[in-house]
């Protein structure tokens, strides 16, 4: 954990154009930025296309190099690349997931998944890339094992949220699924050991100081031990598991919440992101970024997050996503409404 004590200020360093409607969501891919291999994100948008971007390391500016289109027929709303990077899933309001490989630099559907009954939200993979993750206003969760030759299977339909689900996440470092919905609640799930039969363990809601509405994005820190959610009810909320435990195989260790953090919004919430340097990010509808880190002191009654730095008018419209970068550059990447992405640096104050 790094020391905030100067100022920081996120740097606009690129503005992307190219789709034709709001651009939902981006996503890093994380095998990129490292080891001279320039970064490479994707981003996904009403207009059913997803866009592949590349950083030229000499000039340092961006390049669309593919657009994956007359694939989805409708909204493309998410997208994720596996945890090695070599596969792209794309989830669609036309209710299919499609599996991109990149094949000598040409992007290739190499599977499409079905079974929603309408709109997909939301696509994720598990740390290992053995499992993938959907979800639906249809209000279920899908589970879908993964096996050789672009072969997906079904093996687990999650149903316990009453509505639509926005988002699903795997934990960085063990087979537990977060869901959030709708229905202002966060809801995780188990499998057993062989992983074909998933069960609720735990739902997060106002009962045990949960949202009062709906629940957009959630995101874990580095270790998983901590996440972060974000709401319709202009709050980011901080719940902590016990990683000993976690880790330990000494059964499931139930989340609590520790701090809300309010007043910093004052539109919805749409995505929230923890960077490997301990720096939340939050993007909302009032158009703005706002960077928040835990604070160093000690306290009494748990941990308190402070305002890093706070950027107005990040861009025209509603910010949907912000997603930090992997690789050694701190850089933050927005999409919105307005149709734009933009890549941030964080720098220190000069």
Known sequence: MELWDGG????????LEGHT???????WNPATGVGGIPLVFASCSGDKTV?????????????????????????????????????LATASFDATTAIWENIGGDYECVSTLEGHENEIKSVSWNASGSLLATCSRDRTVWIWEVF???????????????????MVQWHPTMDLLF??????????????????????????????????????????????????????DLTLKIWESNETRLHSGGGYSPWRHTCTLSGYHDRTIFSVHWSRNGII??????????LFVENQEKVID???????????KAHNMDVNSVQWSPGEERLLGSSSD?????????IPNS
């Open 8 to 15: 920081f200020e996120l740097k606009e360093t690129a503005k």
């Open 21 to 27: 409607d709001r651009v939902w969501s981006l996503a």
């Open 51 to 87: 866009r592949i971007w590349e950083k030229n390391p000499s000039s340092g500016s961006w390049n669309c190099k593919a657009v994956l289109e007359e694939t989805h027929t409708r909204t493309v709303r998410s997208c994720a690349w596996s945890p090695n990077g070599k596969l």
């Open 148 to 166: 050789p030759g672009n072969e997906y299977e079904c093996v687990s339909v999650l149903q316990g949220h009453t509505q639509d689900v926005k």
């Open 179 to 232: 869901s959030c919905s709708y229905d202002n609640t966060v809801k995780v799930w188990a499998g057993d050991d062989d992983n074909d039969d998933w069960h609720c363990v735990q739902t997060l809601d106002e009962s045990n100081n949960g949202h009062s509405s709906t629940v957009w994005t959630l995101s874990f820190n580095p270790t998983g031990n901590k996440m972060v959610t974000c709401s319709d």
């Open 281 to 290: 990010a939050s993007g909302a509808a009032d158009d703005s970024i706002r």
């Open 302 to 312: 748990g941990p308190s997050f402070q305002l890093l730095f706070k950027k107005e």
């Open 338 to 346: 307005d149709g734009t992405i933009r890549i941030w640096e964080l």
